[in-house]
């Protein structure tokens, strides 16, 4: 360990020498348990659960220490134990589905101060299920005609420009219509307006909302990764936001093929009626089970009730072990940030100079995942992106063209493997910067 | 005595019969009592919101594997399996590839993928077949410009076919084999059929692979029997479906799509998780994956032959029950082609008895515990699609498969009583 921490450099020596005593208790820690002991006490909430042996390793996958947040291509997030809970009692017993939206819509009313609501498989199906319910309604020929618009307002208006999600709103049927701007909106809207899509969460929805409610064009927030905090599951209500969607896998810890859509009682009612367990409506592939919804009715319970100061704080504490273990190796830099528009996670930055190291993010990137137990991180790659997308959006082109960056996400590890995230990362960065020099 | 009255006292002594042959199950109804016996199967352990708190009235499903009814009850196995997968992060492309080559080897065709159900099987194939693999192409559906996009419905449209118009399919009706040569075009990217005999198929491969055109084969809910998990890649059928849901015994949302290489690559990279794919919507979690691969499992060493005899007894005993009303008939039969489970049917002069089969679904559903049986009514079809189905006969049937251990006394025994009740009212 300590060749690896070359102490003797004037200031910067100092400097390193302050941060290996920082990390000194977290290395104790990972010495005394070793590491194959640190990853199977990560591993409380189940025997089954260890890196080398379990269900996806008898088909040959490996699974993954999650550093990267919940894309969904990497599952999303891990079902909170309530989800599980929740998943499981409600496969005991047949429902009515009809009835159990209806009844999931009541209780989702109640918590959201929405009108109405129901569980969706994720919120790109509440994206197409909103845009069918408003383009269609709930005349059955329309449902059934559907995404054959002929005859019916066809037009969605996208706000900021398209996103990566768009052929949901498109295979209802809908014609895109882009207004870059608020100032753009109004003469965008036409009679043919079938609803207003947008992703934006700030002062820009009050306005939006100002031109849309005299027109009677209902508007969608999709705010996919918006929860945490839970706040966002009323404040849109609050707003008169007609409707508004999350994603259930992600921050939620739903189940990864739920969502939520929340809003007018008309509106949503409209939805369900185009989608599963409707035959003949377009929304049908976009199935949820019962188990989905009652999962996803537990994880919003949870979230209802959970204290997120004492998250952050867990979360927090994650990534600083993490930072304090990586700037052991000098030169090495972080900072630890909150981004405010979804997301909403504490996550740590690491610089280093690529150069110098003669290791680019990419590699780094590439060595973690290599290496056992497999790590994924957050870098510029994004490898569920179609690739033909990036040109029609602006903010992916922003995304690519921006320096590539090493991120860790500090929701997605479990307990336990931000010490296994610390310490290889130093390890690679310390091997990279000893080659190097 | 009159000719009248022998007839009624051979009426009566068959009737006798029958009761006789019912006793036993009364007995056991007595001693467990309805009550407990639902109480049993109905617990309850957290604070999450449940199915009572919701207001939700779980049901004994005596009618099928209707999604709307949520198709069936998962297996333990496929529960095991959906909980065991919770609590690892996986690369889901890693898991679908994987979880293609698995299917391969049980099924006997190149790849498979795991959908959302059978309809997210359709629109990932449509789109596959559009699309290909190309980014361009895929990012661009639901708009098919410049792409082959005319799909060929063989035997007509169904109501699932918005799977295929989402993706921007164009349908081309074919009703018969012999109009399926006509049919297909320069433009046409797929045939599509729910034909499930090996005749009707043979016969249309011929043409299609004539044309080099696909054949997706819907066969949402024809497993069991499970040999036709491998019968139609022995077929040489280019892909095809299966709900996951429904006799499988999978995750609700789930379904399989099993077949060539290249139709299942292009058909994953028109689905989630891929950021621009037209099938983005219809997501399948890692839970889903591992639980309908556990249910595939699990039919391919299950003795049918068993399950059968287990099925077959279940309507069985209803049989007995009702028949001991005079005047009630019922006969057994096992649906070939799909939805292939011991169903009884139970039949009354509707007149007489001053009571139809709608009243007395009715009343199966209003009692304690509710009781969904099968008729011609089907409460999740638009009515539009309705119209153009040919209407099935009312008829009041119980299909087998869906019923719980138990539960074949309770709606036997209701059974019994609702139509004793409008006889004995209306004589």
Redesign the interface.
Known sequence: MSTELQISNGPNGRRSFMKLLAAAPLMATIHARGLAATVSSA?T??A??S?SD???TQ????????ARGT??????S??LS?T?????????????????QA??G??LAKLSGAESGMIT??S??A??AAAAACIAGTD??N??????TTGMKGEILMMGGRT??D??L???GAKLILAKTVEDLPSALTSQTAMVYTTWRDERIEQILKITKPAGVPVLLDDAAGIPPFSNFTRYAKLGVDLYCFSG?KGMRG???AGVLLGRKDLVEAARYNC?????????????????I?GM??AI??WATADLDALNKEWQGRVERIQKLVETVPGVTTDITVPKDGNSYPTLTVHWDEQKFGLTVAECDQQLRAGEPRI?VLTNS????????IK?NDAARRRAERPNQLQIISM?MQPGEDLIVGNRLRQILGNARKKAS | MSKENIHERTNERRNFLKVLAAAPLFASIASKSVASTVAATIKKSSTAPGYASLGIRPLINARGTYTYLSGSLELPAVRQAAGDASFQFVDLYELQHAAGKWLAKLSGAESGMVTSGAAGAIAAATAGCIAGTNPDYIWQLPDTTGLKHEVVMLGGRNAFDSAIRLAGGKLVIAPTGNDLQAAITPQTAMVYTTWRDNERITNALKITRQAGVPLLVDGSSAIPPFENFTRFAKLGVDFYCFSGGKGLGGPQCSGLLIGRKDLIDAALANSCPWEGSVCRAMKVGKEEIMGILAAVDYWSHTDLATLNQEWQRRVERIAKLVETVPGVTTSIAIPQGSNSYPTLTIKWDEQRFGLTVDQCAQQMREGEPRIEMLTGANASLLAPVRKMQTPRPNLLQVVSVTLQPGEDLTVGNRLRQVLDKARKQSA
């Open positions: 591993v909430s189940t089954k659960r890196f379990n269900c996806y088909i040959g996958v490996r699974p993954l220490i999650n894309w969904t291509y990497l599952c999303g891990l079902p309530e599980r809970r929740g998943e499981e009692e409600a496969s005991h017993f047949f429902v009515d589905l009809f009835e159990l009844g999931a009541r209780h498989s994720g790109a199906g994206m197409a059955p020929k449902v059934y005609q559907l995404p054959d990566l999600f052929s949901a498109r295979l209802t896998g189940p990864q093929c599963s367990p409707w035959e003949g409506s377009v929304c049908r592939p976009m199935k949820v089970g019962k188990e989905e009652m009715l537990a319970n949870y994924e994004n490898p569920s992106g179609v690739l033909a997308r029609d997605t």
